[in-house]
């Protein structure tokens, strides 16, 4: 049987092409749908507010499960929303989950504690160490990144890992520290990943991309 071959404009399997609303400041062309992350404590009701209208209604639409610890078996529901006048779809994160890690905020912050404050970590499966050696070495990464943004937050210029870890300690802990850069900065202590900021915000060789 011969493979029916894809035109240019018909969506990929992954995804589906949506045309974008009156919502965007420039006028209607294709993205690809994607879902916008918040914490849970940046909601001030039950649901997020859709950032291209507060005032457009955001109708549940389901969950779906994701690791808490790296072994899969604690597990956690996130609930998602969608804003059925623009596209925007959201998924809400529970304060003690790490964006794009199976480790919880505690674990990563006892492991930070540990690598750059001198504290004794707890004892930890040999999944959990891998998972947080991974972290921590992701945040190392992201140290330049996050200076940049941070800019007069922090005092140093040029921070090491201790020291940038120990100026964002004066924010609180890890909980409070993720949800600071959410808010304020669009963006997570280990990536900048996309999908925390807006779809307007987000330009990709002169295409405007979903989060």
Same mark, same amino acid.
């Given at each position: 049987? #011969?493979?029916?071959?894809?035109?240019?404009?018909?969506?990929?399997? =992954?995804?589906?092409?949506?045309?974008?609303? +009156?919502?965007?400041? !420039?006028?209607?062309?294709?993205?690809?749908?994607?879902?916008?992350?918040?914490? /849970?404590? /940046?909601?001030?009701?039950?649901?997020?507010?859709?950032?291209?209208?507060?005032?457009?209604?955001?109708?549940? @639409?389901?969950?779906?499960?994701?690791?808490?610890?790296?072994?899969? %078996?604690?597990?956690?529901? %996130?609930?998602? =929303?969608?804003?059925? *006048?623009?596209?925007?779809?959201?998924? %809400? !994160?529970?304060? $003690?989950? %790490?964006?794009?890690?199976?480790?919880?905020?505690? /674990?990563? *912050?006892? #492991?930070?504690?540990?690598?750059?404050?001198? +504290?004794?970590?707890?004892?930890?499966? #040999?999944?959990?160490?891998?998972? !947080? @050696?991974?972290?921590?070495?992701?945040?190392?990464? @992201?140290?330049?990144?996050?200076?940049?943004?941070?800019?007069?937050?922090?005092?140093?210029?040029?921070?090491?890992?201790? *020291?940038? =870890?120990? #100026?964002?300690?004066?924010?609180?802990?890890? +909980? *409070?520290?993720?949800?600071? !850069?959410?808010?304020?900065? +669009?963006?997570?202590?280990?990536? $900048?990943?996309?999908?925390?900021?807006?779809?307007? $915000?987000?330009?990709?060789?002169?295409?405007?991309?979903?989060?």
């Amino acid at each position: 049987m #011969e493979r029916k071959k894809r035109s240019a404009i018909t969506p990929p399997p =992954w995804g589906r092409e949506i045309i974008l609303s +009156k919502c965007c400041a !420039l006028p209607p062309i294709s993205a690809f749908y994607g879902r916008m992350q918040f914490r /849970q404590s /940046q909601l001030k009701g039950d649901r997020p507010v859709c950032p291209a209208d507060p005032t457009h209604i955001v109708h549940g @639409n389901g969950r779906y499960r994701r690791r808490r610890k790296p072994d899969g %078996v604690e597990q956690v529901f %996130v609930d998602c =929303w969608n804003c059925t *006048e623009c596209s925007y779809s959201f998924s %809400v !994160l529970p304060d $003690d989950v %790490v964006p794009y890690r199976p480790i919880s905020t505690d /674990q990563l *912050e006892s #492991e930070l504690e540990s690598a750059f404050c001198g +504290k004794d970590p707890p004892l930890r499966t #040999e999944k959990e160490k891998g998972c !947080l @050696n991974r972290a921590r070495k992701s945040f190392i990464t @992201n140290i330049p990144f996050l200076t940049k943004v941070l800019g007069q937050v922090i005092k140093t210029t040029r921070p090491s890992a201790a *020291e940038l =870890w120990k #100026e964002l300690r004066k924010l609180g802990d890890l +909980k *409070e520290i993720l949800l600071y !850069l959410a808010t304020h900065f +669009k963006t997570s202590l280990l990536k $900048d990943y996309r999908c925390l900021k807006c779809r307007d $915000d987000t330009l990709i060789r002169g295409v405007r991309m979903s989060c």
